[in-house]
T-cell receptor
Framework: DQQVKQNSPSLSVQEGRISILNCDYTNSMFDYFLWYKKYPAEGPTFLIS?????DKNEDGRFTVFLNKSAKHLSLHIVPSQPGDSAVYFCAATGSARQLTFGSGTQLTVLP | EAGVAQSPRYKIIEKRQSVAFWCNPI?????LYWYQQILGQGPKLLIQFQNNGVVDDSQLPKDRFSAERLKGVDSTLKIQPAKLEDSAVYLC???????????FGPGTRLTVT
């Protein structure tokens, strides 16, 4: 029973273009959503988050969009850079502050 | 500010042996988490501590896994005896009690042969 799903295991994008990573969730009790980035042999690094009371949060090249009615969120990276190549995890949490992760999307940015 | 520290980084053991992992959270972070990440999956919560008390250990296989957080700072996670399916990366994370963001250590990659 996957409560957080990332249906695309991989994504390749040309340098300078937009990367869009998607995530769906099923639990209506989730009220805070986070994106983490993971390089090989390192732990996940917090990237950006959004509260359920918002529909957009922006931080530099990274923007997260939340569509509560569709239970869908997405991460936009513009412009994409080769250093952005990593595995991106979507995570969701509620009042217990326990993260439920998706299975990740491997982003490859081609020079 | 120092991040979350974990040791060892890598461990190889035979099945039925025991192993222990250590975690030192970010200074001042009251909440500490242990996750298990199997290859190709996202991290899954094993146990959550608030200071030195257990908040949730419902996902911890208690017949073989144990964890403690003495004095509300460092934590250890133990597996005894290990099984082949315990091969995974064990991640420790910590958070401030006023925020949702969790900060992760580098993890310990365990291989059980």
């Amino acid at each position: 029973d996957q409560q957080v799903k990332q249906n695309s295991p991989s994504l390749s994008v040309q340098e300078g273009r937009i990367s869009i990573l998607n995530c769906d969730y099923t639990n209506s009790m989730f009220d805070y959503f986070l994106w983490y980035k993971k390089y090989p042999a390192e732990g996940p690094t917090f990237l950006i988050s959004i509260s359920s009371i918002k529909d957009k949060n922006e931080d530099g090249r990274f923007t997260v969009f939340l569509n509560k009615s569709a239970k869908h969120l997405s991460l936009h990276i513009v412009p994409s850079q080769p250093g952005d190549s990593a595995v991106y995890f979507c995570a969701a949490t509620g009042s217990a502050r326990q993260l439920t992760f998706g299975s990740g999307t491997q982003l490859t940015v081609l020079p | 500010e120092a991040g979350v520290a974990q040791s060892p980084r890598y461990k190889i053991i035979e099945k039925r042996q025991s192993v222990a992992f250590w975690c030192n959270p970010i200074s001042g972070h009251a909440t500490l988490y242990w996750y298990q990440q199997i290859l190709g999956q996202g991290p899954k919560l094993l146990i959550q501590f608030q200071n030195n008390g257990v908040v949730d250990d419902s996902q911890l296989p208690k017949d073989r896994f144990s964890a403690e957080r003495l004095k509300g700072v460092d934590s250890t996670l133990k597996i005894q005896p290990a099984k082949l399916e315990d091969s995974a990366v064990y991640l420790c994370a910590s958070s401030d009690q006023n925020t949702y963001e969790q900060y992760f250590g580098p993890g310990t990659r365990l291989t059980v042969t």
